[in-house]
């Protein structure tokens, strides 16, 4: 594997449903983030972690909670969710959160309908 | 409110034609500038980065930063049907932040 892997690539869920979106980086990057991608918006950051320790919490509403247990992998767990929260969920990694440069290396994507 | 405007387009040019794509940016601080393309249904691809004002050149890609002018461009070359996508653009104002995304723009290149 190389890269950002992200699993599931779709995703169907109900309201009340619970699931888990995950993503692993093989780059060896100290950062990870999850973004959301809505139709006619721009991509919106949800939560950054530096080595682990959770940086940014955007204002995202609660039934979304990040888990990240190492530096290579990144969770979103899913619950209670809203149809306006379908979006393609998009996982990235960065060498550093506070390096000079910042290129952002984003995986294929999570596609969540919720019904 | 930091904010990355693009125009949305589609911006249409014909095979072979240079395609120039537009972005300006609301804080003057900003440090960092990226080009990603994104195909439909794809994710975001990095394909330019630039740090200093200037011109950058990457193959047929040239990206172009003026900093006073907070304004940074991507020139496409050649383009190509394949080139056909949608481009953000995406700034960082320090470390320690997040890229700001833009819209982006969807160009369409005809054969």
């Known amino acids: 594997e190389t890269g950002v892997t992200q699993t599931p690539r779709h995703l169907v869920m109900g309201m009340t449903n619970k699931k888990s979106l995950k993503c692993e980086q093989h780059?060896?990057?100290?950062?990870m983030y999850w973004y959301k991608q809505s139709a006619k918006k721009p991509l919106e950051l949800m939560f950054v972690?530096?080595?682990?320790?959770?940086?940014e919490n955007n204002s995202v509403p609660s039934r979304f909670s990040p888990e990240c247990p190492n530096s290579s992998h990144l969770f979103l767990h899913l619950h209670t969710l809203q149809p306006e929260d379908s979006a393609l969920y998009l996982c990235?990694?960065?060498?550093?959160?506070?390096?000079?440069?910042?290129?952002?290396?984003f995986g294929e994507g999570s596609r969540l309908t919720v019904l | 409110q930091k904010e990355v405007e693009q125009n949305s387009g589609p911006l249409s040019v014909p095979e072979g034609a240079i395609a120039s794509l537009n972005c300006t940016y609301s804080d003057r601080g900003s440090q960092s500038f990226f080009w990603y393309r994104q195909y439909s249904g794809k994710s975001p691809e990095l394909i330019m980065s630039?740090?200093?004002?200037g011109d950058k050149e990457d193959g047929r890609f040239t990206a172009q930063l003026n900093k006073a002018s907070q304004y940074v461009s991507l020139l496409i070359r050649d383009s190509q049907p394949s080139d056909s996508a949608t481009y953000l653009c995406?700034?960082?104002?320090?470390?320690?932040?997040?890229?700001?995304f833009g819209k982006g723009t969807t160009l369409s290149v005809s054969s």
């Open positions: 972690y530096s080595l682990e320790e959770r940086v």
């Open positions: 990235a990694s960065s060498f550093s959160w506070t390096g000079n440069t910042g290129e952002l290396f």
């Open positions: 780059l060896g990057h100290n950062a």
């Open positions: 995406a700034v960082r104002i320090q470390a320690g932040t997040a890229l700001i």
């Open positions: 630039i740090y200093s004002n």
